[in-house]
């Protein structure tokens, strides 16, 4: 069996989406004839934690931590904030939201010295160590995975001194994206610049929804389209609870269960939920009390905002971030899943990981989302639900009321077809990056 040297910020102990692509991959690479060796971090600052997801890693994988030097405790002593504060739900704002002076000074450090990310104080320790391990395994090809862009140039780096095959995997975008730093001219070029190497360089270039591929064409147009690849993420059946397995006190059948599991910051919020179910209540088509609104995760001070101004507060249950396994035991007692997509102008091909375990959960999804896009044609694909924009307030209202109005029947909510979904189970997806290491484009 070859040897792949995996090197990844986001890997357990850390929580969060970002995590789960990776952890899958390492779960069943071996069925296809690769054994991982992990590279990453030691002391990594990261914005969840899930101490449960150490279990998930194979026992007898083999994983390397070296330091990293993080700069964020310096931040939180600028901002004032507490030691441990997750950082990325209150730095992320709308455009038209103010920052303090403060917030300011801490962006302009961002955007000039910490470059392609604040992660890059990894280069020093990674490179030596990924080395090492490269010839003590006798390591025949390397795939990283980006965010954080410091472990594509880590990767670049060992492709540069060993000629290894070299995947590069990407999660979202590099230069231009909606949590990308605004540069001035100089960072600004230098960035763009390792972003350009990184996808020259590599041999495979795989993306986990095809708007990074839409985006690194339009960037960069000379590269050759062939080495792009659409690898999707996924939902893992396994993760899935038989009924009697659920802790049942997250039950409550008198209740419309709606779950948005996940973050929500800047512009990712609930505005236009919260709109269409008051204008629901004000025509009298739902009682507020028949609602049960919960928000698993993480979120930003406006958020709670959010939460405590809202005529619905008191159907809201705000249950903060837990572990990857309550996460979705929660997903699978709900009436109805949510999921909200950044107002943005790149949210049509925007195709958040969580979509995959809704749909996978079987659960009806209520998509508040571009009605034109990856996600539009994902959901239709599979049947797994509802979509509306966010200016559509009605088209949101009218898709609430009609699996609310199922759900009072004791009728199915929505008809998802199984057959397709079942090609997106992450065992399917390993597979497309175990060819891409074999070569097989």
Same mark, same amino acid.
């Given at each position: ?5 995996? *090197? ?11 995590? @789960?692509?990776?952890?899958?991959? &390492? ?5 296809? +004839? ?31 931590? =070296?330091? *990293? ?17 997750? *950082?990325?739900?209150?730095?992320? !704002? ?5 920052? =303090? ?27 030596? !160590? ?20 410091? =472990? ?9 001194? =060993? ?26 070029? *230098? ?19 095809? +708007? ?32 009697? @397995?659920? $802790? ?91 999921? &909200? ?35 539009? $044609? ?8 509802? &979509? ?6 009605? +088209?949101?209202?009218? &898709? ?37 290491? $074999?070569?097989?484009?």
């Amino acid at each position: 069996m070859k040897s792949v040297l995996v *090197i990844a910020y986001y890997f357990p102990p850390s929580g969060g989406p970002g995590v @789960q692509r990776v952890l899958k991959h &390492i779960q069943y690479l071996r069925e296809f +004839g690769w054994n991982p060796i992990v590279l990453t971090v030691s002391n990594g600052d990261f914005p969840a934690r899930d101490e449960s997801l150490l279990e998930k890693i194979p026992s007898d994988i083999i994983v390397e931590r =070296t330091h *990293i030097y993080e700069p964020y405790d310096l931040y939180r002593l600028l901002m004032g904030h507490k030691k441990g504060v997750a *950082i990325d739900v209150n730095v992320i !704002k709308k455009d038209n939201q103010k920052r =303090t002076f403060k917030e300011q000074f801490a962006e302009f450090i961002r955007a000039t010295f910490f470059i392609p990310d604040a992660r890059i104080g990894w280069l020093p320790t990674a490179i030596p !160590k990924a080395m090492e391990l490269i010839k003590k395994h006798n390591v025949s090809a390397i795939y990283n995975s980006s965010p954080p862009y410091t =472990t594509s140039l880590i990767a670049r780096a060992l492709k540069r001194k =060993t000629g290894l095959q070299w995947v590069v995997g990407f999660r979202d975008p590099w230069t231009g994206f909606i949590s990308s730093p605004k540069r001035w001219f100089l960072p600004a070029w *230098i960035d763009k610049r390792m972003e350009y190497s990184v996808f020259k360089e590599a041999d495979a270039v795989e993306c986990a929804w095809k +708007g990074i591929i839409m985006d690194i064409r339009y960037k960069f147009p000379s590269l050759p389209v062939e080495k792009f690849f659409h690898v999707p993420n996924g939902y893992d059946s396994a993760d899935y609870l038989l009924p009697e @397995q659920i $802790d049942q006190t997250l039950y409550n059948p008198d209740k419309f269960i709606m779950t948005y599991t996940g973050s929500m910051y800047g512009r990712r919020n609930p505005a236009a939920l919260f709109l269409a179910l008051e204008l629901l209540v004000e025509k009298g088509l739902i009682k507020k009390e028949s609602v049960l609104l919960r928000f698993i995760g993480r979120f930003g001070n406006e958020i709670h905002d959010m939460f405590q101004s809202s005529s619905l507060k008191d159907s809201i249950e705000i249950i903060g971030y837990v572990p990857h396994e309550k996460s979705i035991s929660y997903v699978q007692v709900s009436d109805v899943l949510l999921l &909200i997509v950044d107002e943005s102008k790149e949210s049509e091909e925007i195709v958040p990981g969580k979509v995959y375990e809704y749909i996978g959960s079987m659960k009806p999804v209520l998509a508040i989302a571009p009605e034109q896009g990856a996600i539009a $044609d994902l959901i239709k694909e599979t049947q797994a639900g509802g &979509i509306a924009h966010q200016s559509n307030i009605e +088209g949101i209202a009218s &898709i609430i009321f009609e699996m609310y109005s199922a759900f009072k029947k004791g009728l199915p909510l929505a008809n998802p077809h199984k057959e397709i979904i079942q090609c997106y189970e992450r065992r399917e997806s390993t597979k497309k990056l175990a060819e891409l290491l $074999d070569g097989k484009y």
